[in-house]
């Protein structure tokens, strides 16, 4: 290994707890961290995966093409660990996590909705002859699947689809049409090129009615010559911010025909005769939405953890500005402004973390619930999914590119890795659900939970028990800076919020407003109290977790980590300091007194911040960054990469005797 | 024309005001419009411009290519306007800003240092000598010249390059040396592969003693073969985040001589045998800095004119749920979370343009006192114009990705040129001085005029009088919902920020600190002052200047760009509403009312939406949009340009033979 930059060395030196006992922690035990390396080592291993011209220097085709043949590598890998039984249907979304992970395939993979989406469809919503079907297909990975709901017209509003798929019962088929252009499937990724089959949402049509949206299998290319299928129009919607080689496809039907048993029917169905069978609980696919969900916000620790590790890593390296003449350049990390910039981004890696973690434990048990008939809790666990995505990805966001800004020109650059991993982290800001519509979507379940407050109503669900507490207690006693009295203080927030929320809208409805209407004009305040609710389930649920964890680890972990969890609830409390100043009884000088302990925990936190990134086990292959490896060469990665460039491949390129001269010349 | 999407044209016909009369305005009469549009056409009219393949389809090197094919006819453009005198060595810059402004290569243009670095330093350093013999060359482009100042390591602090320049008596020469890999030069615009000169910034040496940073001319490239002169190691320095046309390039010498009369010599000079001779005055070229800053907020001015455009267009023709069933789905312009997220954007176009404009005048004046050896207002006018360029680069930026991200998907798109747009404008924040350095930088000078009130001293400059009267008069009257209060409020935050600062870091010295510890202990607060110091200049400037310029308008135009100003203040009252709740009177209730009259101003601003970004006149060839063209034909366009994709080209892409069927069958 080369020689380690010196400031990093003393970084590690002064680090005040074991860098390995977080990162164990952080697993949940040894035996995951070993299980986790194990897969990431075996990715890394393929090292012609890293080989050759960098992906920033290709052309879009070759982006595609490039994935195509990496992902390949990786899903034969995925393939490998199924037939030596390291992997079944039931956890093979951990083992694809681990190694997508590793693979750093910033373009991302074509192939990858064939998992995400394709094969969870069957699963989820297939029969179980459906399943028989299809599924050893699809998990041979004989077939490649993609997943088309969205229209170039319609997102959001799934109801809208134009799509439309009408039983025939004389052939007992579906014909699948695209009447508009603005039906045209859009996004569906994999779809461009790359699936021969997709599963594809319309709206059902049988018996000259119209039965709402239902989703079927649709072979789209010839397996043999993968030419596209009579009746079908598919390719590639074209260039995007970022993940290139995903390849996003569009998909119109000309009268396209399927059999009647490729619709899933494992919920609603359409018999021999065209006769419509009701699904028994229109609800049970929210399940598999949650999941989704709860899954980007773990992808997003991934996207956050890299910029940091990045970002801290550099601002050990990176000295300017001399604090005293004589004395050499200052490290930028010791700039309290830096620190400002980096620390909160680094405690939100674990606190999104620990907050994901926790949920997903909680859906696992509410999905256990949910199998056995008990849809109680499903709307709160909705709700909580809901903003918990919007949160974790727009907070990731703004994080990565305050990290890549906190890097200066050098993070502009692509070998940081830092424009990509804001390119491909904010792209989740979007899908599955824009986030203001998320974020709605939380509020409306909040607001019913206030009219049941309101109307004294029963038992509440434990996440939003908080607001009757609230409610009863109201905040009058002297405002203490503490962590509980932040979470509290937000739970105030959140409660007042959504009571002047409903407040206004049943004034403007008593006053002639369509419900419609009146939520509209609520709806940037509606908006603010479901961020609110998401800080309190954040803020809550992190610094209690950290509690329970912290109790059988070494003093000195257990020190920093409560400083994490202080820090990131004083960071949010002024950040949403207006809240704070409106609803509870926080003054000028507790003000004060809160931004002093938010300086002071930066600087506690300023010794061991390499460490708390170091924590994270980021492989350079896995960071891929000029700017954030281990070994901390920053300058000298960066003249490497460089030097890649094709550009530098001849010294004068052909343009200077085409263009240029002649242009000097005045010729031109 | 192609028919124009009925939602479109229902807005232009409920639009309140005279469009033209708007545009006429903004451009300071008509003469003004007349002659911009003359020029944004005749770079239009080169129609071979925007032929071929999208840009974001080729590889990098083919970007490159591009930028200097396009390079040439734009810059061919520029010196024909000046043969047929047309523009001079006194207005070049305007019409560059027209022609760049019309040309839309979104990768930037390898050409443009050129005039904009360049040329202007031998103008503002060089001795008339000098400039006789350099300038005739540049202005007729006989020669390209890059602008190398930063480096590898070094980049803020300018004392600290590495780059050396040894006066030899002997040749009378300059030697210029990169004694480390931190030293070699780094981001000069077209210093990779396109220019054959540059400016060299580099630490002077003479007689044994070095006396910082000065400018040279020095030639990197043979005029004849373009090949690197020996001694010279030049290079591009790689793929990043956008503008990847302008080939930023790194430098780096190995004992290069250069004939001593090529130090720009104006203020400081060296004598044939090496006697240093000291510039009159160091402060001298803090005026071409404000200029360049000043520039800078223009061109943000641009970016976002031409984000909000595509953004409020597309939200007039994108339609998304049903609001009342039976209806058809709603314009997204009609919800008010989407009026939240445009709306401030669309009035930051305006605030920020008429206040550059003023700043822009006022930097007049100052320069011509300055050449009267008249420095008095020098500090405040470097300091506003840090401030300045730090926020309208942070506001565009994020104004621009709210933009984005409010067009859904679709903004995800290259097609739409937002996420270009963003990467472009986004580079901003870090070139010509990092945002938070900047902002320090006016924090620096409000502490010591704030010490200078404190010590009763006497006149203080004008833009920062108002320090003292926010002292004399404190805030206690009754806060009032008007635009003249919320200046104000911003006045007394801004007031106080800074008189916090100034007390702790007293505090902090009398304990035992040095200068430069305090400061950086309060830096993050002083940050916040100068911040809300620029708010002061930007929310005063806009408003009292529409006041003077709807004098002689039509009462129409009056009214909605009173409400414009209405609204870009009370939003950013809301937006820094703990500051206010903390300084100021502020109540409860007030906030309520303020919160009212906010979404009651965005319903105001509604209908007027699409006919304020019409007024930015900004064509279709300009806006490069499939989401934002004048017609509304959104998805038509997006269809139309994802059949573009090379992707598209053939049914079936090589690589499904060559690595997909193979995966399929189970045989890789």
Redesign the interface.
């Known amino acids: 290994m080369a020689k380690i930059n010196g400031d990093l060395n003393k970084e590690r030196e002064r680090c005040s707890f074991n860098i390995s006992e977080l990162t164990i922690l952080m697993d949940g035990g040894p035996e995951k961290t070993k299980e986790r390396r194990e897969r990431e080592n075996i990715m890394i291993s393929k090292k012609n995966f890293y080989d050759g011209i960098?992906e920033?220097?290709?052309?879009?085709?070759?982006k595609?093409?490039q994935a195509?043949?990496k992902?390949?590598i990786v899903?034969?890998l995925v393939?490998r660990l199924q037939e030596e039984g390291k992997t079944t249907i039931h956890n093979y979304r951990d083992v694809l996590a681990n190694l997508l992970r590793a693979s750093d395939v910033s373009t991302g993979f074509p192939l990858a909705l064939h998992y995400i989406m394709f094969m969870p469809a069957i699963i989820n919503q297939g029969t179980k002859e459906q399943q028989a079907q299809w599924l050893p297909r699809a998990w041979?990975?004989?077939?490649?699947g993609s997943y088309a709901q969205?229209e170039?017209?319609?997102?959001?509003?799934i109801?809208?689809l134009e799509t439309t798929a009408t039983y025939d019962p004389i052939s007992e088929e579906f014909v699948l049409n695209s009447p508009t252009?603005?039906s045209?499937k859009?996004?569906g990724g994999g779809l461009?090129?790359?699936a021969n089959y997709s599963i594809v949402v319309a709206q059902l049509y049988t018996k000259g009615e119209c039965h709402g949206v239902h989703s079927f299998i649709v072979q789209v290319r010839d397996?043999e010559?993968?030419?596209?299928l009579p009746g079908i129009k598919i390719?590639?919607?074209?260039?995007?911010?970022a993940l290139n080689g995903i390849?996003n496809g569009?998909l119109g039907f000309d009268h396209y025909r399927i059999p009647r048993n490729q619709m899933l029917m494992k919920h609603a169905q359409v018999l021999e005769d065209g006769t419509y069978v009701k699904s028994r609980n229109s609800k049970l696919n929210y399940g598999a939405m949650v999941f989704v969900r709860v899954v980007i916000a773990f992808d997003m620790v991934n996207y956050l953890s890299k910029a940091v590790t990045i970002a801290v890593r550099y601002s050990a390296v990176r000295?300017?500005?001399?604090?005293?003449a004589g004395e050499p350049?200052s490290q930028i990390l010791?700039?309290?402004?830096q620190q400002?910039k980096l620390f909160p981004a680094l405690a939100a890696c674990y606190a999104m973390k620990i907050t994901a973690s926790k949920l997903w434990d909680t859906f696992n048990t509410v999905n256990e619930e949910l199998l056995a008939g008990n849809l109680e809790r499903l709307p709160e666990i909705h709700a909580l999914a809901c903003c918990l995505k919007a949160i974790s990805t727009s907070d990731t966001a703004s994080f990565i590119?305050t990290c890549r800004?906190a890097c200066?020109?050098h993070?502009?650059?692509?070998?940081s890795n830092l424009?990509s991993t804001y390119?491909n982290a904010?792209?989740a800001?979007?899908?599955e659900g824009?986030?203001?519509v998320l974020l709605?979507q939380t509020a409306r379940f909040l607001a019913k939970t206030w009219q049941e407050i309101e109307n004294d109503g029963g038992k509440l669900t434990p996440t939003v028990e908080y607001l009757r507490t609230a409610k009863v207690r109201g905040y009058s006693h002297k405002w203490v800076n503490s962590v509980e009295n932040i979470v509290y203080g937000f739970q105030v927030v959140c409660m007042r919020k959504i009571a002047t929320c409903v407040q206004d809208m049943q004034r403007r409805v008593a006053s002639g407003l369509?419900f419609?209407?009146a939520w509209?004009?609520s709806?940037?305040?509606l908006?603010a109290a479901a961020e609110a609710h998401c800080r309190v389930i954040i803020l809550s649920t992190f610094s209690s977790e950290i509690r329970g964890m912290t109790e059988t680890t070494s003093p000195e972990l257990k020190q920093v980590l409560n400083q994490v969890v202080e820090l990131y609830s004083v960071y949010w409390a002024l950040e949403r300091?207006?809240d704070l100043?409106?609803y509870t009884t926080i003054n000028?000088k507790d003000?004060d007194s809160l931004?002093v302990w938010y300086?002071e925990l930066l600087a506690q936190l300023r010794p061991n911040a390499v460490g708390l990134v170091d924590a994270f086990d980021l492989k350079d292959e896995m960071l891929q960054s000029t700017l954030g490896s281990y070994d901390g060469r920053a300058?000298?990665r960066?003249?490497e990469?460089?030097?890649?460039?094709?550009?530098?491949a001849e010294?004068?390129?052909?343009?200077?005797h085409?263009?240029?001269?002649?242009?000097?010349?005045?010729k031109?």
Chains 1, 2 share one sequence.
């Open positions: 960098p920033e220097y290709l052309s879009y085709k070759e595609y093409e195509v043949k992902s390949v899903f034969g393939r041979d990975c004989n077939i490649i969205t170039l017209g319609h997102g959001t509003f109801r809208g252009l603005t045209y859009w996004w461009g090129q790359t397996e010559s993968h030419m596209p390719g590639d919607i074209g260039s995007k911010f390849n569009f000295r300017q500005c001399q604090r005293k350049e010791d700039y309290l402004t400002h590119e800004l200066g020109g993070g502009y650059m692509h070998s424009p390119g904010v792209a800001c979007t899908y824009d986030n203001t709605l369509t419609e209407d509209n004009l709806s940037v305040q908006v300091l207006s100043l409106q000028q003000v931004r300086e300058y000298e960066l003249m990469e460089a030097l890649k460039s094709p550009l530098n010294p004068v390129n052909h343009t200077f085409k263009y240029l001269k002649p242009f000097l010349r005045g031109l």
